[in-house]
C-alpha cells in the first residue's frame, strides 16, 4: 500500500524560506511523476511543481525562480525548496505522485501541509 508522508510546513513570514519533504513508501520501482499540489481556502487545488522520473521538472507560474522541486528517486523522496514566500502561497500543500505501468495508471497523495506565510 502506497503511502506518501509529508513534512516541512509551518508559519513563515513573507520573504522567508521553507522546504517541505515527502516520503514515499509503499512502492518497489520509483514513481513516474512526483509534485506538489496546493490549495488555498476557497480556490480549486492547482499544481505547483512536478518532476519526471528522469529530471524533467514543471511549475505554476506563480513560483518560477522561487520554488525549485527535487526528488531522490533511489528513496522515493520528492522535495520543494521554497523562497521568497508571499502570502499568497499560503495553502494546504499536498504531495502527489504518480506510476505509470502500462496500461494501469495509479495516483496517490498525501494528507497536505499547511504553509502559511504572515507577518
Known amino acids: 500500500q502506497v503511502q506518501l508522508v509529508e513534512s516541512g510546513g509551518g508559519l513563515v513570514q513573507p520573504g522567508g524560506s521553507l522546504r517541505l519533504s515527502c516520503a514515499a513508501s509503499?512502492?518497489?520501482?520509483?514513481?513516474?511523476?512526483m509534485g506538489w499540489y496546493r490549495q488555498a481556502p476557497g480556490k480549486q487545488r492547482e499544481l505547483v511543481a512536478r518532476?519526471?522520473?528522469?529530471?524533467?521538472?514543471n511549475y505554476a507560474d506563480s513560483v518560477k525562480g522561487r520554488f525549485t522541486i527535487s526528488r531522490d528517486n533511489g528513496s522515493n523522496m520528492v522535495y520543494l525548496q521554497m523562497i521568497s514566500l508571499k502570502p499568497e502561497d499560503t495553502a494546504v500543500y499536498y504531495c502527489?505522485?504518480?506510476?505509470?505501468?502500462?496500461?494501469?495508471?495509479?495516483?496517490?497523495w498525501g494528507q497536505g501541509t499547511q504553509v502559511t506565510v504572515s507577518s
Open positions: 509503499g512502492s518497489r520501482v520509483s514513481f513516474t511523476t
Open positions: 518532476i519526471l522520473s528522469g529530471g524533467n521538472t
Open positions: 502527489h505522485a504518480r506510476l505509470v505501468l502500462y496500461p494501469v495508471t495509479s495516483e496517490y
